[in-house]
């Protein structure tokens, strides 16, 4: 066996471990994004009836969703 061996399998190990938690993480970014516009028009749909809070949470709702209809946004997710 070669002297080089240990820190070459090493090296190996650490390169393939590091690269499958980074493709768990990118994984996650749509469902974490999906799950944000869920509680969001959660916290809309819940307020409708002051008018106040309903105005805030829309022009939040908007930045996050980028749509101008915000009732079909909820109602796709």
Do not use: W
């Not at 499958?20 to 307020?47: E, R, W």
């Not at 002051?50 to 829309?58: A, C, F, P, S």
């Amino acid at each position: 066996m070669s002297p080089h061996k240990g820190p070459q399998i090493i090296r190996y190990c650490v390169i393939t471990s590091t690269v499958a938690l980074v493709a768990v993480a990118v994984s996650l970014i749509p469902q974490y994004k999906v799950n944000k516009g869920k509680i969001l028009c959660a916290d809309y749909l819940s307020t409708l009836s002051t008018d106040k809070e309903q105005e805030k949470l829309e022009l939040k709702l908007q930045n996050f969703a980028g749509f101008k209809d915000i009732v079909i946004y909820c109602q796709n997710l």
